[in-house]
């Protein structure tokens, strides 16, 4: 009763892991642009911001109150926490490639793609035994 990859399984897990790692180093750097100064200085005007939460929270709503059955207001505050997390990591990432364009690729090490990509291969393979056992 063994796994069985084929060999397109192995091209898409690996580009999985890869686009985490780019998602992880630009929210990385996003956040030290967006604190650089010691005041907080968004990478995109705040009307976008509202955007991008608006429509996380009508997609995140309507996930918590058909799948979930969520009927409560209060049971529909998990759609409002995921779309913050969404919006806050959006805005990080669009913030990190602005840094990450200013400053140039020479700030990316080696070993900032290697940290990012072990951290994304064990979060990965944690992710497809909870999947795998059903927890």
């Not at 010691?38 to 911001?49: D, H, V, W």
């Not at 990080?92 to 793609?113: E, H, P, V």
């Not at 290697?114 to 059903?134: D, G, R, W």
């Amino acid at each position: 009763m063994g796994i069985k990859l084929e060999s397109n399984d192995f091209v898409r897990v690996l580009t999985v892991v890869a686009v985490m790692a780019f998602i992880m180093v630009s929210v990385a750097y996003g956040i030290t642009y967006i604190f650089e100064d010691g005041s907080i200085k968004f990478p995109i005007q705040p009307y976008y911001i509202l955007f991008i939460f608006s429509i996380g929270f009508v997609i995140s709503s309507v996930f918590f109150e058909k799948v979930r059955d969520a009927v409560y207001p209060y049971s529909l505050l998990g759609g409002a926490i995921a779309s913050a997390i969404l919006t806050f990591i959006i805005t990080a990432a669009i913030g990190g490639m602005y840094y990450i364009s200013d400053n140039g690729f020479k700030l990316l090490s080696s070993d900032t793609w290697v940290y990012a990509l072990s951290i994304c291969i064990i979060l990965s393979m944690v992710l497809f035994n909870l999947a795998k056992h059903k927890l």
